[in-house]
Nanobody, 126 residues
Framework: QVHLAESGGGLVQAGGSLRLSCAAS????????MGWFRQAPGKEREFVAA????????RYADSVKGRFTISRDYFSNTVYLQMDSLKPEDTAVYSC???????????????????WGQGTQVTVPS
């Protein structure tokens, strides 16, 4: 089991930036990749970005390409999501997730991830 703890959420004006962090502990060696998802009120959870631990390959949702950057610190087991040029439609609870054992890249669906954090709220007022 991989334990995940997010931090860094908050309220930011449109056009601003935030950086989310996700600290992983436990069986981190079993996770092939890490990802970020978000869920807005009344909407389905949606994929935001993913990264492989070792090679650092990345994948993004079209809605965040060019604005968000996922990265990882391999030695501290921490994954980051740098969010720039934030828009009101980015408002959501953001959760990090660990890829399931045996995942094959690219992974970008909920079923590809087996451990989830509690989430952190990001609010961008309109």
């Amino acid at each position: 089991q991989v334990h995940l703890a997010e931090s860094g959420g908050g309220l930011v004006q449109a056009g601003g930036s935030l950086r989310l962090s996700c600290a992983a502990s436990g069986r981190t060696f079993s996770a092939y990749a890490m990802g970020w998802f978000r869920q807005a009120p009344g909407k389905e959870r949606e994929f935001v970005a993913a990264i492989t631990w070792s090679a650092g390959m990345t994948r993004y949702a079209d809605s965040v390409k060019g604005r968000f950057t996922i990265s990882r610190d391999y030695f501290s087991n921490t994954v980051y999501l740098q969010m720039d040029s934030l828009k009101p439609e980015d408002t959501a609870v953001y959760s990090c997730a660990a890829g399931c054992d045996g995942s094959i890249w690219p992974i970008d669906t909920v079923r590809d991830f087996c451990s989830w954090g509690q989430g952190t709220q990001v609010t961008v007022p309109s």
